[in-house]
Structure formats: C-alpha cells, structure tokens
C-alpha cells in the first residue's frame, strides 16, 4: 500500500507541472555509491560517449568500471489513430536520442538530493564544485539519497514517467530502483496541450538491454570489444509464482525465485587460455571482468484497476541478439511497426532470442566442471557481433484515457571485492600446476581454471543477493535503515611534519545513534584499497596525521556512522554499524608531507637514483613511475634534458616547499626510456643547479 501511495503521489506531481522542451542530450549523473551512473533525458540509455561506453560504473572506486552499452527500449499499441486522423493496425516508438522530437518528447529531467553534497578541499582546492551541476533540487523528506525524475511524452499518446531511486547505505549502494509509469493521457507532443482521449489498446513494453562486464575486462579479454561482444545471459525466477508472498530477511538472503535476467563476460575464442574473469596477465593477474550485472523485476501492475503485483508478468524474460531486433525506420511505415510490435508479443527477431536460461543451454550445469572449462564463445552461437541482450516485454495492457499502468524494476551490478580479485588472480598467474586450491564450497581442485572460475562465479550469488535486497527495500515502502550524513565540510593540508584533517559536524549528531567518524586512507592513488587509520568520537574535528611518511602521496575520506541500535531487524539488511558514502568525501588530490626549502642549491637530491624499473613497487607505493626532487628552493623552474641536450619537461614549482615530483613522462605525454637525464633548476634570482640521474627500463 505504501508502494502504491507512492505512484499515485507521483502522478499528481507530473500532472500537476507545467512541461517544457528538454534537450535529448541532457543527462544527470547519480555518483554516491559503488554504482554510478548516468540517466538520459529521452528515458533509456546509451553508454556511447563518441570515446568509449560510459555508465554503470561497478565498483566507481576504480577507473575502467564502466559496465553499460545500450538499452533499447520499444513501445506498442494497437487499433490506433494519430493525432492527424491516420489508422494503424499496430503503431510503436522507440526510446532513443534519434527519435526525439519525431515520436518521443522528453519534458522533465532532475536530480533531487537529500542534502547538500559535502565540501572537500585539499591544499585550498574544493575538488566536489563540478558534481554540484548534477543536482537540481534538495528535499530532506526524500525516501533515498537521490531521486532522478524523467519524464517523456510520445506521438501516441501515452506519457512515460520514470522515477529512479539510489541509495548510498552500504548494503543498498550497488543498485538502482526504477519505477516506470505509463500514462495515457493524450499528449502527443511538448506543449501541454491534450491531443487525444481515446482508450490505448494491447499496451505493450520491451527492452532489450546490453552489458559489457566490464571496460577494464574487455581489454583483458583482449579483442577490444567493450560492447559485450562475449557476454553471457541468464534468467532466474521460473517459480516466481508460488513464492510471490515469501519473506526475504537475513536468514535467508539469497532466493533463486526473484524474476531477474543478469550477465558476465564469457570466452572469447580468440584467446588459447581460459579468460573468464579477465585476468590481467601480463602484470598481476588481477581479476578485471568480475561484474555480474543485470535486472530484477520487483512490481508488475495486473492492470490499470489493479494494482497488485502480477505473478505471470513479465511475459517475456529471457536473451537476444544484441544487434539483431526490427527497426522502426522513420515512424511512417506500416511493416516495421506490424515487425516490432511481433516482437513486443515476445517473438524474437529472426528467431535469434529465447526464454531459456541461455548460459545453461549452451555450458551446462552451473558448477559442474564443464560449466566451469566450457570454451564455448557466447557470440558464436546465435552468430550475432553485437552482443546477448537481456530481454524483457510486459503486457498486454488497456488503458483508458486518464489510466495507468506502473512498472518497478532494480538495476544492480555485483561479483567479488578487489581484494579478492587480486588474490585470486595472482594465486591463477602463479600457478605451476602443483598447487592446491580451496574452492567457495569448501573443498579443493588443483585446476587453476576451476578454481579461477569457481570464485569468478560466486558473482551469481551476489547479485542474487543484491536483487533480494533490493526487493526487501521495495516491499518495506524504502523504509531501510538510514544512514548518517557526512560532514558538511572535509578539509586536508599538507603540512612540513604532519597531514592536517579537518571536519564540520554531521547534520545527524544530534540522533540518539549517532557514533562518531572514521578516516581511512590510502597511499599513492586514489583508486585503490583504504586502511581505516582514525576513529573520532561525537565532538572531535581533527586529526593529524604523524604517519605520513615524505615523498608519499596521500588519500583519504571519513564517513559518519551509527552505532546499530536502529539497525537491528535484519528485515532489509545485516544488521549493526551503518555509514555514510565514502563518495561524498573521498579525496581525489593528493596530500603529503611538505618539507621546508632546501638551505642551499647544494641540498637538492634526486629519488631513486638510479631509478629501476625492476624494484619499482618498492620507492613509491602506489607511483611506479614517481620520481622526486627534494630540498630544493622553494620556487624555480625545473628543466629536464636528456644526456644529448634535448629538453623533454620543464616544470614550474611554485607551492613554496622543498619538493617535487616527475612522474617519468615528457611533455609530449612520452614515457622515457632507459638513459641519463639532466635537470637544471634555476631560481627567480638567476641561480642555477645541475644535477645528473639515471633511469634503468
């Protein structure tokens, strides 16, 4: 009832606003948790950036993440007539950026945020500023951390409105809730004018949804198909029926019954190895393509009367070629529509789609060793270069003018940790066939790929589990418990013998469980694992950190938390400690220890010297690359020559300090090679120092 309270507040507040023209490349970001995404304005995405596909981002801690390619998503009716008098059989648009203005009409696209995003400045840098454009609202009353508002009209009439929920609790942050809601209500363009009143007839929704799993594996895979080329689909919740009314809580959080269709990347047959997991093996073998991504179907309406959720919905769940579906050409044509809405009924295009379990039909038994070595390509098999699409249609739907019918699915990716990741990779790259490994059920293979694949796997359970999570959400009426907000204000100064963090109060202090603050930190980059280095109670607002050591850079984020005592049903997730986004503080500048100007041009040192590529790993963690200048005057310019006289880098050093860094590379964006290098160093005065150094690669 609180679900269904929702809609129909939603649907007074789209009628009730006045509609105006947006841009079809209008966007807003959600970046608040380990999923982060973009929403477009015409109302389904396409990860394309003219440079690579972009969107959900999984896990956003690290670059490369990127998991979407497209959504293609259709609509049908039947037994229609245009605005203009003219008679189709069947008539469907299709929600892409090619068809806004000829047949969709996007009228509304906002981002409103429960509270205003943390200031974080590092060195007198405010690094958040950019991110405050993705907002264009604030409403503390809010049921989650970020709600994107979408609304499109199309040339039949039917008004889609969608809603879309993220959250940044810890248990809740790799998903998004979509509410979908269709409306006839006869406006046909972008004006508010109402153009038909006819009853809409066979109402019927589809899309077809493609993934890559992820950027980063795909170029470990090796081919450069980061459209998903080489990605396998499954389906689960066959039986959905007869659990419909089933709890889902902390003791059994993982069901196979929720309606859901997800994905991984599989083999390619180009590659002589088993690359399941993307391994990265000319470096670490760290696991790159560990993503599990996918939707989950949480709220079917049974009609525009009845609002209980319907058991025998969607009525297609299943696969499809990715590039294989009927186009709907320039919206004039009778053929094409007659094609898509065949398809929409749930015939797929050219036969090639199905609603099978497309993983199982082609591999196997999931866990068995031939599911697990399976070499088979998933592209090969329905011949299609584009892909596996995740395909869903629900209908068909009748709705009077002045009716609805509303939809509510979760988007989520999952799979391992990168600590795990990590391990597991350099356990499958240093592997000499003597080995013993423990598998996720408890026992041992001494197959390196069974073992690989085996943990890759365990991905299915953990999106299983996110799906159930979510659902858990859903049916509470997003009544989770919440999470502390992060400090209005995170500040970072480097300093000469120490790091000076400083914090304004969280909002939430004054609630009964309000705890304190975490500072956690890493060293190096900013994408990689943090180490909690600092607990702070209720009142305290700095630290400083002593243990900074010189020539390192420095990250960090703090998080506000509770300490559990209103997290303890366990009716919508584990229960105990909850804490605030990293996101919303994690710094992305580093910090460091800044030491005073050398005393004299004599003082200046070059670190390592000699530089070896070999024992990289151990100068500075985190900056392979890194070189440093140190004590030397605190403003000059830097000039890097090589051993013949060729400039290669100046640099500028104006921060007053007594050090610098280079991080290897010319100014052409060149990484040098093995040599002596000069650098000069001249101050404003005119004084000059040389010093030689050597690079070994």
């Known amino acids: ?55 959900m981002k999984w896990p956003a801690d690290y670059p490369y993440q990127d998991n979407s390619v497209i959504k293609r998503a259709w609509i049908g009716i039947n037994d229609f007539t245009d605005a203009k008098g003219k008679y189709w059989e069947k008539y469907a648009t299709y929600l892409a950026a090619d068809y806004v203005g000829d047949g969709i009409y996007p009228v509304v ?195 525009a009367t009845d609002k209980t959720d319907d058991p025998n919905q969607p009525l297609t769940l299943g696969w499809h070629a990715g590039d294989t579906y009927s186009s709907l050409g320039n919206l004039q044509d009778v053929t094409p529509m007659l094609q898509v809405y065949n398809m929409l009924s749930g015939n797929p295009s050219k036969g090639l789609g199905g609603i099978g379990r497309f993983d199982e039909i082609n591999l196997g038994t999931p866990g068995t060793t031939d599911y697990l070595l399976n070499s088979v390509d998933p592209y090969t098999v329905h011949g299609d270069g584009g892909g596996t699409n995740i395909w869903v249609n629900y209908g068909p739907f009748d709705l009077a003018h002045g009716e609805s019918v509303t939809i509510v699915e979760v988007e989520a990716v999952a799979g391992l940790d990168r600590v795990e990741a990590e391990r597991i990779g350099k356990d499958w790259l240093d592997a000499t066939g003597s080995e013993t490994f423990n598998l996720p059920d408890g026992s041992t293979t001494t197959n390196k790929d069974v073992y690989k694949n085996s943990w890759v796997y365990t991905g299915k359970d953990s999106i299983m589990q996110t799906f159930g999570r979510a659902k858990r959400n859903f049916d509470s009426g997003y009544e989770i418990p919440k999470v502390p907000e992060p400090p209005a204000l995170f500040e970072v100064k480097s300093q000469g013998d120490k790091i000076n963090l400083t914090w304004q109060a969280s909002a939430s202090e004054s609630e009964s469980n309000f705890k304190g603050y975490k500072i956690y930190r890493a060293i190096g980059k900013s994408d990689t694992t943090y180490q909690e280095i600092y607990t702070a109670p209720v009142g305290e607002y700095e630290y400083n950190d002593t243990s900074a050591s010189r020539g390192f850079s420095y990250y960090y984020y703090i998080v506000s938390l509770t300490d559990g005592s209103k997290n303890t049903s366990g009716a919508t997730n584990p229960t105990g400690e909850l804490i605030s986004s990293r996101f919303y503080t994690k710094t992305t500048q580093p910090a460091f220890l800044r030491r005073k100007p050398g005393p004299s041009l004599e003082a200046i040192r070059v670190v390592p010297n000699p530089f070896n590529i070999r024992a990289r790993e151990l100068q500075f963690t985190g900056e392979p690359d890194k070189i440093m200048f140190l004590d030397i005057p605190g403003y000059c310019t830097i000039k890097i020559f090589t051993e013949r006289g060729d400039l290669i880098e100046e640099i500028n050093h104006d921060n007053g300090s007594g050090d610098e860094t280079w991080n290897s590379v010319t100014s052409s964006r060149q990484v040098v090679t093995s040599g002596v290098y000069i650098a000069v160093f001249t101050t404003p005065e005119g004084e000059r120092a040389i010093r030689k150094f050597v690079i070994i690669r």
């Open 1 to 55: 009832m609180k679900n269904n309270l929702k809609y129909i507040l939603f649907g007074v507040m789209v009628a009730s606003q006045l509609f105006a023209q947006v841009q079809s490349s209008d966007r807003r970001y959600v970046r608040i948790g380990s999923l982060q995404s973009h929403f477009s304005a015409y109302g389904s995405e396409r990860g394309w950036n003219s440079s690579y596909y972009e969107g």
């Open 109 to 303: 696209l906002n981002q409103t945020a429960k509270f205003k995003p943390t200031t974080v400045i590092v060195d007198g840098n405010s690094l958040y500023d950019l991110y405050l454009n993705d907002i264009d609202d604030y409403d503390n009353t809010i049921v989650s951390d970020r709600v994107i508002t979408n609304v499109v009209n199309t040339h039949m009439g039917l008004t889609v409105s969608r809603t879309v929920y993220a959250f940044s609790q810890q248990y809740h942050e790799n998903y998004f809730i979509k509410v979908f809601t269709y409306t006839n209500n006869g406006n046909v363009d972008y004006d508010d004018d109402i153009e038909l009143t006819t009853p809409i007839k066979g109402l019927r929704i589809g899309w077809g949804t493609r993934y890559s799993a992820s950027r980063e594996g795909a170029i470990n895979i090796g081919d450069g198909t980061s459209w998903g080329k080489h990605f396998w689909v499954t389906k689960r919740g066959e039986n959905y029926a007869a659990h419909q009314n089933d709890v889902i809580d902390e003791s059994n959080p993982i069901v196979d019954w929720i309606r859901c269709g997800f994905g991984w990347a599989g083999q390619s047959e180009i590659n002589g190895f088993n690359n399941i997991g993307g391994p990265e093996r000319t470096v670490d073998g760290r696991l790159t393509a560990i993503q599990h991504v996918g939707s989950a179907i949480l709220h079917v309406d049974k009609s």
